[in-house]
């Protein structure tokens, strides 16, 4: 049971690049999310996706973009890369509904933009 | 608006020694309470989670946590440390808002258990 997959797992970037991180997710959630894990800072979310078709910007969406493919599929593009937005990111699923809001997590893209 | 503060953001503690992980949040909503667990190099485990019912809650690897809904906390606790315990734990609320989970975390707390 794959559950939330993210690739790749390590990049590196120079100053001004481009790159998407891709993230599947195999347990029928609706909403997806993106995380980004800073020290001392715990997670914030950068992009969400509610279902399928809709997304929505979070806490710190200012450099980034998003498409939620299909309902498997959510993935979070840097279009231009700036050392700031070095940081480990998180995928992550869940079902939206009231009593049982647990989230499930990939297992992280740490970044590097030199 | 929900908030999370986790009040240690790092433990020392010796192997086989208790330990509590102090979270504190603020809601003016109903909120749900999580611990997560992210062991070095690798993402995050759902360690328990409280609901509803019994304020005492149970999770995996001996931890338990109590919701204290008057002091507004939800402290971690396990009476015997193992080093295999040493990983950032982060608290975490969550409620039902526009049509998804919205989920908030704390700083995290770095657990270092010693030998």
């Known amino acids: 049971n794959a559950g939330v997959t993210q690739t790749p797992k390590f990049q590196v970037l120079k100053t001004g690049q481009s790159m998407t991180l891709q993230c599947a997710q195999d347990m029928n959630h609706n909403s997806m999310y993106w995380y980004r894990q800073d020290p001392g800072m715990g997670l914030r979310l950068i992009y969400y996706s509610a279902s399928e078709g809709t997304t929505d910007k979070g806490e710190v969406p200012n450099g980034y973009n998003v498409s939620r493919l299909n309902k498997r599929e959510f993935s979070l593009r840097l279009e231009s890369a700036a050392p700031s937005q070095t940081s480990v990111y998180f995928c992550a699923s869940s079902e939206p509904q009231v009593g049982n809001t647990e989230a499930f997590f990939g297992q992280g893209t740490r970044l590097t933009v030199v | 608006a929900q908030s999370v503060t986790q009040l240690d953001s790092q433990v020392p503690v010796f192997e086989e020694a208790p330990v509590e992980l102090r979270c504190n949040y603020s809601?003016?909503?109903?909120?749900?309470l999580f611990w997560y667990v992210q062991y070095p190099n690798q993402g995050l485990q759902l360690l328990l989670k409280?609901?509803?019912?019994?304020?005492l809650v149970k999770g995996i690897n001996g931890f338990e946590a109590e919701f204290n809904k008057s002091q507004t906390s939800f402290h971690l606790r396990k009476p015997s440390v193992h080093i295999s315990d040493t990983a950032e734990y982060f608290c975490a609320v969550s409620y039902f808002s526009g049509g998804y989970n919205k989920l908030i975390f704390g700083a995290g707390t770095r657990l270092a258990v010693h030998p």
């Open positions: 409280y609901l509803s019912g019994s304020t």
């Open positions: 809601s003016s909503v109903s909120v749900y």
